[in-house]
């Protein structure tokens, strides 16, 4: 392998050197972020409808599916003269606790109504346990849709676009001819989405944030250390 080869006592050293003369990755963080996934599960939003109406129907099957048991949940009945949601009940009261939340994403997938989603932010702190219980006031979207910001969290350009850039585990009814579908009601200040593709080949990953695997795949990815080895 020669004099500095990597496999040899110089090598070791050779590896570091080339490091020195390489251009610094390091992001200036908290200054700067680094982009996110479309996907990134970060903290929880309560989403309305076009006409201003929650999308939470007070079910509580979030938090019959959390596993960390952080989210509770309880329902009542909608008033007749100013009804909160457009079914029969709403929810009446919504609390998440942060000291809990393992952002798993099952919150999400378990709601038949789409009301809760997540946004792409997760940098926030708190300085006593009950600001990390998030309630329903500060959950639920502002009246242009967009997830309020509170003190103690760095929202930053973008964090709070596509809240709902998320992929059901089906499609409905499990019926494969509509998947790839829009198959929900737009939300307060965005309208609907683009649906994800799937495994269907129905795509617009530009509209969606979505790189297709097959196409990191394809690309080369250079070794850590540069070149190949014979």
Request: include cysteine; glycine fraction near 10%; aromatic fraction near 10%.
């Amino acid at each position: 392998m020669g004099l500095f080869g990597e496999t040899n006592f110089f090598g070791g050293f050779w590896v570091a050197a080339k490091q020195v003369v390489r251009p610094r990755i390091t992001t200036q963080y908290p200054a700067e972020k680094r982009p996110k996934p479309p996907r990134l599960h970060g903290r929880h939003v309560l989403n309305r409808y076009e006409d201003g109406t929650e999308k939470c129907i007070g079910c509580e099957l979030c938090a019959a599916v959390c596993p960390a048991d952080c989210i509770y949940v309880r329902g009542a009945d909608n008033p007749a003269d100013a009804p909160v949601s457009p079914g029969e009940r709403y929810g009446y009261v919504f609390e998440i606790n942060y000291l809990r939340c393992i952002h798993c994403d099952l919150c999400v997938e378990a709601c038949p109504t789409e009301a809760i989603t997540e946004s792409k932010m997760f940098e926030f702190s708190f300085t006593s346990r009950a600001e990390a219980i998030y309630t329903k006031a500060e959950l639920v979207v502002a009246d242009d849709g967009t997830a309020q910001r509170l003190p103690w969290e760095d929202w930053r350009e973008g964090e709070d676009l596509h809240t709902s850039g998320w992929m059901r585990a089906t499609s409905s009814s499990g019926a494969a001819a509509y998947e790839g579908r829009v198959q929900w009601s737009g939300e307060l200040g965005y309208g609907v989405r683009a649906p994800e593709a799937g495994q269907r080949g129905v795509r617009d990953d530009e509209a969606t944030g979505n790189i297709s695997i097959r196409e990191t795949q394809r690309k080369k990815i250079p070794r850590r250390f540069g070149g190949r080895r014979k």
